[in-house]
């Protein structure tokens, strides 16, 4: 059975968590999935952008880490392509992870 974005992104934070407590607040996820339309226009009001990175990473003498969660067979819809170009074009690393361990490759030089 595959795992839902929410379930690998749950033990990519849980993991990360437990491994760098001195980053604890560091790696951070982006509300950005309104549960209605009402919502959803209050969030954009707020500040919600479509197709920004589920969860980013500041880092030191770094630049931030963009981390989209995907599936195994998901992909990135349009307006997140577009988000990792702007991302990408400010300076920022952006990377999709499929599964812990493709996390705990992108974490292992923190």
Known sequence: MELTESRIQAECFQW???TYPDLRG???MVHN???NAID?????AMGMVAGVSDMMLLRHDKPPLCIEIKT???TQQRNQKEWQQVAES?????IV?????EFKDACSDV
């Open 33 to 35: 999935n309104p549960r």
């Open 26 to 28: 560091k790696l951070f």
């Open 90 to 94: 400010s300076g920022a690393e952006y």
């Open 72 to 74: 195994e067979n998901g």
């Open 40 to 44: 959803g226009n209050r969030l954009k």
């Open 97 to 101: 992870v499929r599964n812990l361990d």
């Open 16 to 18: 990360h968590w437990n």
